[in-house]
C-alpha cells in the first residue's frame, strides 16, 4: 500500500509518500518519487507516529455512573475518596473486565502505549497487567504502595511489578514519604512521578523536591512556576478535559510558549473515555475558549512525540523505514497535518491496525 499526503513526526511536518508492505514501512519519499509505477492500491492520507496515552487512572473505569459532584479531592484523593470506596467495593474479575475494556478501546484508537497511575499496590498492579495480556499496546505502569508509612517490603514488591511509582501529590505525601520512594526508584532505575497543583497552586519548591521524572496537571501553576519546571528538565503530563470537569484549564499557551515537555493524558476512567483524540480537540477548542490559544503542532507533539522521548524510545517518534512502532495512517486532508490531525481525528479514519509489530502488553 502507497499512502501519499503527510508526515508529521519528531522531525516535523513535510509532504511524503510511504510505502508499507505487510504493515511495515518499506520506502518513504517525497510525493511522485515512489518506485511502486502505480502497481499498488494508493491512499492519501497523514503517517503519524502512533499515540501514547501519558496519563490514565484505568482501575477506576469499573465506575460507570457520573460521579457525584464535589470537589475533586472528595472524588480522588486516597484512601476514602469516591474513586478509592468503588474501587473497595469492586471485585478484582469486575476490574479486570472494566480496564480491559478500556485498553481495548485504546487499541481501536490506534493508541501504542499507556502510562498508567495504579493503585492498590502490588495486587493493584498485577491486576493492570493480568487486565492487557495479549492486547498489542505497550503498558507502562506507576504503581502506588498502600502503607503510610512506607514499608520497604511493600515498596520493593510494588517495584518489582512495576515502572515506577506515581503518587497523589505533595500535599497528600509527606516529605519523608516523598524521599524514601523517590530514592528507592532510582535505586531501581525506575521513574517516580506525582500530580501537582490541580485544584490549588503549590510551591514548585515542594513538588520538585526530590525531583520526579514527571508531574500530572499544573492547572493551577503560575507562569513562574511553569518556569522553574522547565529549568529542572521535569516533563509535564496535562488532562485538560480532567481539568475542566472542576473548572480549571492548564496553561498550555503558557507551557508552549516556555518550552516546556509537555505530554497528554485522559486522566480517570471514571471521568472520561480514554480517547486521546477526543482529548485533543478539546485541548485545542479549550485553549481558545479560554482566550490563551496553543498551536495544533504542540498538542499534536505532546500526543505523538513526547512521550515516546520520556519513555526512552525516540525512534518510535519517527516515521522512517525501521521505526520500532509501526505508525498510524489517517486518511485527512493532506494540506495541515497538525490543524487535521488534532480536530478531526476519529477511530473509522484511521487506516491500519496493521499487525502492530513489537511488543504486546507486559514487559
Ligand atoms: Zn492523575
Redo the contacts with the bound molecule.
Keep these: 500500500m502507497l499512502v501519499e499526503g503527510a508526515i508529521l513526526d519528531s522531525d516535523g511536518v513535510r509532504r511524503a509518500y510511504v510505502r508499507f508492505r505487510r504493515g511495515r514501512i518499506v520506502e518513504t519519499g517525497r510525493p511522485g518519487t515512489d518506485s511502486g509505477r502505480g502497481r499498488e492500491r494508493k491512499v492519501r492520507g497523514i503517517v503519524v507516529p502512533s499515540p501514547v496515552n501519558a496519563?490514565t487512572?484505568l482501575g477506576d473505569a469499573v465506575s460507570t455512573r457520573e460521579p457525584p459532584r464535589g470537589p475533586v479531592s472528595k472524588l480522588?484523593q486516597p484512601p476514602h475518596g469516591f474513586k478509592f470506596r468503588i474501587l473497595a467495593e469492586s471485585t478484582r474479575a469486575a476490574k479486570v473486565a472494566a480496564i480491559r475494556g478500556s485498553l481495548g478501546r485504546m487499541v481501536r484508537d490506534g493508541v501504542a502505549a499507556v502510562v498508567d497511575?495504579r493503585e492498590e499496590g502490588a495486587a493493584g498492579v498485577a491486576l493492570l497487567r493480568a487486565a492487557a495480556a495479549r492486547l498489542p499496546i505497550r503498558l507502562y505502569v506507576l504503581g502506588r504502595p498502600v502503607a503510610r508509612p512506607i514499608e520497604p517490603e511493600e515498596l520493593a514488591e510494588v517495584l518489582t511489578l512495576a515502572d515506577g511509582i506515581g503518587l497523589s501529590s505533595a500535599r497528600d505525601e509527606s516529605d519523608m514519604t516523598r524521599r524514601t520512594v523517590a530514592r528507592a526508584c532510582r535505586a531501581r532505575g525506575k521513574r517516580f512521578a506525582l500530580?501537582a497543583s490541580e485544584a490549588v497552586r503549590e510551591d514548585p519548591d515542594d513538588y520538585l523536591d526530590p525531583c520526579p521524572d514527571l508531574l500530572?496537571?499544573l492547572a493551577k501553576a503560575r507562569e513562574d512556576d511553569l518556569e522553574q519546571v522547565r529549568e529542572a528538565g521535569v516533563t509535564v503530563a496535562v488532562?485538560p478535559r480532567?481539568n475542566a470537569l472542576f473548572g480549571r484549564q492548564p496553561d498550555l499557551a503558557a507551557m508552549e510558549r516556555l518550552g516546556l515537555a509537555v505530554m497528554l493524558?485522559t486522566?480517570?476512567a471514571m471521568f472520561h473515555a480514554p480517547s486521546i483524540w477526543r482529548e485533543l480537540e478539546f485541548a485545542y477548542v479549550g485553549s481558545r475558549l479560554r482566550r490563551r490559544p496553543v498551536s495544533a503542532a504542540f498538542l499534536a507533539r505532546a500526543a505523538l512525540v513526547e512521550p515516546w522521548r520520556w519513555l526512552g524510545l525516540p525512534d518510535a517518534a519517527r516515521v522512517d523505514v525501521g521505526t520500532p512502532v509501526q505508525p498510524l495512517v489517517v486518511r485527512l486532508p493532506p494540506e495541515d497535518p497538525p490543524y487535521q490531525l488534532v480536530t478531526r481525528t476519529t477511530q473509522p479514519l484511521i487506516l491500519r491496525r496493521f499487525p502492530p509489530g513489537g511488543r504486546s502488553a507486559g514487559r
Aim: hydrophobic share 25%; charged share 10%; with cysteine.
Design positions: 496519563h487512572h480522588v497511575f500530580h500530572v496537571h488532562c480532567s493524558g486522566d480517570n
